[in-house]
């Protein structure tokens, strides 16, 4: 009968106990893969838009220098995919700016390796171009947060993580 | 029982109490793995920019320095074999060389080594930060540079290049515990001395107190009734002006009535602010997006084009054109053509007339013909036969059409007008019809509006018995004085790998010219060129005011023999108009130096021109109710600028 009841006392002190340490757990987990995911899409939209300005202008072959250097949509992504390790293609959304107009917006990179039209469009040098880049986070931590905002279907919150860089065309 | 109970009972405690042990010890191990992903690479990310930096700032650094040392003579540089303080430094076929064994000080990729130590790569002192450098002309090695997997970065025109490679080695703080000691993380940059396209479509020079006929000062683009500018490029205005204050007689655009500025897909730039205020129509609005050196003459560090004639040593010979009137059809080659009534010693001799066409003349490289034989015409005996593979064509007293004249591979120089005989104009087209059948492989067309006193053109007058250049003076230009005017020409065009004969390597900085308005053909005092900071006579500036820092225009020299519509600046004038312009095409570059001006009007009705031209000049102006539009298309044979630049 004292066992019993001491047994029934362990297990509420494991799970008294248990509670915050998965909480812990959880958290450092997924703090760490988000503070990951941040590095990467910053990383990795730094990196396509600086390929990008320098496969600019002068990198067109219709220009006298017949330069064939110019860069398309689906090459900007392919940068993009190698700097960043573990983007989830089909919902990692990227919107391409260029000179303020908006060429590709919100696509998923998965339809941006099909997009073979060349970019910049607006391909001057010194015209400010910009990649902004869009992820979903789903995060475990929200177990904590049942109410939180819903991913559909998914039992997990999506939160998104957002990443941009903007420079001038060098080339 | 009791004790083996208790002991049981101890033993599920110790048992449970362990799990928790167990299980964060576990979760430890993915724990580190995880806090590695995060702390590691974030820490590897961060390092990678920097590498990033560091890399940019050593190629870029390196290329300026090499940039500066050569000046603007790079038109058939090679890597030199014992390089020194004024050379730009290759690195031995193309070597990658590591930074620490890159030690003379005087080498250019000295400076790119310092720069990568003055952004965090200090490779001298940190074992773990490496820094490559690797420099080459474009021509000793074409199939660099390349990516860092040995892919050719496909661009030409480079006179010179460097890559810079950085690498680091980090040490794993998190990761480490999974085996990964250390990681690495590297970056690449390579910057060149290239061949750019220059990016505008319109470029008005003039600044505050500039002003077009006496007015509109500070004022670039002054236009009015419905008038259109539209150009797929930039449109770069540098009047800082924004409406008021000493010389500025309003802002850098003025677009009264229904009159309109587009930039279609580009930006207006301008160098002052814009108010942005009723009746004022300009798409998209006018922005401050360039620095002071984006306002200055994009042909700034140039001479004035050299006479390609000249490489003779001496003049080429005379053709003497009877009362400078040639008629019929008529082939003309690569000589001095001036006026002439009467004889001196039997030489003919010069009269200051024009040469005035009303048949169908053909200039002609290859001809030795001066104007066919016909009668009086005559060839002089002095001088040479010209041997260049580009030909000069002198034009004496300047040239008026109303027939039709045919202009192929060359340079074309008016030389002065005479104010008595020809109403300011060194060139003049009425009712005109000017074709150009120069191709991009022969080199293209190349008018130079001049005077007397051009580098190197006293050897030219040498050759003509008489001073053929007296009394001739800086002129304006008049297209399409009466209705019907057709104008297709083709600047000259810089040689590719497409057209390896094309220009000769001296005009190669002039690519694109079609029509060069004389510097001196202006009363600002701006210096384009720093050949000309000598005194009078320089080689370079022709002959100058030494009292002035630019050559220019003397005083009254212009504005009283010349005044289209009241209109008499002081500086050179292209008058479009006011005849029907029906056809403009001008494929290339028309450059006038900053206080020279565009003045399109029209006397009845529209007009546009409408090609694929780079305007520079001081500014464009039309009357308020009769102006022409400015349609410019793409340009398909800009003017290059020799950039710096990234391009990997």
């Known amino acids: 009968m004292t066992t019993k009841l001491r047994r029934g006392a362990t297990t509420i002190e494991m799970t008294l106990i248990g509670i915050p340490i998965m909480f812990i757990l959880i958290s450092t987990f997924e703090i760490s893969r988000g503070m990951w995911m941040y590095h990467t899409t910053a990383y990795a939209v730094k990196q396509g838009v600086r390929y990008a300005i320098v496969h600019g202008r002068d990198c067109d072959p219709n220009q006298p220098m017949q330069n064939n250097c110019l860069v398309t949509v689906a090459q900007v992504e392919n940068v993009i995919e190698k700097a960043g390790v573990g983007l989830d293609q089909g919902r990692t959304k990227l919107t391409f700016i260029s000179g303020g107009g908006t060429d590709v917006n919100a696509a998923t990179m998965t339809a941006c390796k099909n997009n073979n039209s060349t970019w910049p469009v607006a391909n001057g040098i010194g015209t400010l171009i910009e990649i902004d880049l869009v992820t979903p986070f789903y995060s475990m931590a929200a177990l904590f947060w049942p109410g939180a905002k819903g991913a559909g279907a998914a039992t997990f919150a999506a939160t998104a993580f957002a990443a941009s860089s903007k420079e001038r065309i060098q080339f | ?648």
């Open chain 2, 1 to 648: 029982m009791n004790e083996l109970q208790n002991r049981d009972r101890q033993g599920a405690d110790k048992r449970q109490g362990g799990q928790a042990i167990v299980l964060v010890t576990l979760a430890l191990f993915a724990m580190f793995g995880l806090m590695g992903l995060a702390v590691d690479l974030g820490w590897s990310f961060f390092l990678q920019r920097s590498a990033q930096s560091a890399a940019d700032a050593a190629a870029l650094g390196a290329v300026q320095e090499a940039k500066n040392r050569l000046g603007a003579s790079f038109a058939s540089w090679t890597c030199p074999g014992s390089p020194g303080a004024t050379d730009a430094w290759c690195t031995s076929g193309a070597a990658i060389v590591d930074c620490t064994t890159v030690s003379n000080t005087s080498s250019n990729l000295y400076n790119g080594c310092r720069y990568a130590v003055s952004n965090g790569f200090d490779h001298t002192n940190n074992v773990r930060q490496t820094v490559n450098i690797r420099a080459s002309d474009s021509t000793t090695l074409p199939a660099l540079p390349a990516t860092a997997s040995g892919t050719p970065l496909g661009v030409k025109g480079i006179v010179y290049w460097v890559t810079v490679s950085t690498v680091q080695t980090v040490p794993q703080i998190f990761s480490s515990m999974l085996g990964n000691t250390t990681g690495t993380i590297s970056a690449i940059a390579t910057a060149a001395i290239v061949s750019s396209v220059l990016p505008g479509s319109f470029y008005g020079m003039n600044m505050r107190g500039d002003c077009m006929g006496g007015s509109s000062c500070g004022k670039d683009i002054d236009i009015g009734g419905n008038t259109t500018i539209s150009a797929p490029g930039a449109i770069v205005l540098s009047s800082p002006c924004t409406g008021s204050g000493a010389g500025c007689a309003g802002q850098a655009i003025s677009t009264g009535g229904n009159s309109l500025v587009d930039a279609k897909s580009s930006s207006v730039i301008v160098n002052g602010s814009i108010n942005t205020v009723a009746g004022q129509n300009y798409q998209p609005t006018p922005a401050q997006l360039g620095t002071a050196k984006d306002f200055l003459d994009p042909t700034r560090g140039l001479h004035e084009p050299p006479i390609m004639a000249n490489s003779q040593g001496g003049g080429i010979k005379g053709c003497a054109i009877p009362g400078g009137v040639i008629s019929g059809n008529v082939t003309l080659g690569p000589y001095n053509y001036f006026s002439y009534t009467g004889f001196s010693n039997g030489n003919p001799i010069p009269d200051g007339r024009p040469i005035t066409i009303t048949g169908n003349a053909t200039f002609d490289p290859t001809s030795t013909a001066c104007d066919n034989g016909s009668a009086g015409a005559i060839k002089g005996t002095t001088g040479a036969e010209e041997s260049g593979t580009f030909k000069s064509f002198f034009i004496w007293g300047g040239m008026n059409v109303t027939g039709s004249v045919n202009f192929s591979a060359g340079q074309f120089f008016l030389v002065g007008q005479n104010p008595n005989q020809s109403g300011g104009t060194v060139f003049s087209l009425d009712k005109a019809t000017v074709t150009d059948t120069a191709s991009s492989s022969s080199g293209g067309t190349m008018l130079i509006f001049t005077a007397p006193g051009y580098p190197g053109m006293d050897i030219q007058s040498a050759v003509i018995a008489g001073a053929v250049e007296n009394g001739l003076k800086q002129g304006s230009v008049d297209m399409g004085k009466g209705n019907g005017t057709s104008i297709q020409l083709l600047g000259v065009t810089k040689s590719t790998s497409s057209n390896p004969t094309g220009l000769p390597s001296d005009l190669s900085n002039y690519s694109g010219v079609a029509l060069w308005m004389d510097r001196r053909n202006s009363i600002d005092y701006y210096n384009p060129d720093p050949g000309c900071t000598a005194a009078a006579g320089n080689s370079q500036c022709g002959t100058i005011d030494p009292t002035r820092s630019a050559p220019q225009a003397t005083s009254g020299e212009m504005g009283a023999n010349y005044c289209p519509s009241n209109d008499c600046s002081g500086s050179a004038v292209m008058h479009f108009g006011p005849g029907d312009i029906k056809n403009f095409d001008v494929k290339g570059v028309i450059y006038m130096p900053r206080g020279a001006y565009y003045l399109a009007e029209h006397g009845n009705g529209n007009a546009s021109l409408n090609s694929a031209t780079q305007f520079i000049g001081g500014g464009y102006k039309t009357p308020s109710g009769n102006g022409i539009d400015l349609t410019l298309t793409s340009p398909t044979n800009p003017f290059l600028v020799t950039i710096n630049a990234l391009i990997q």
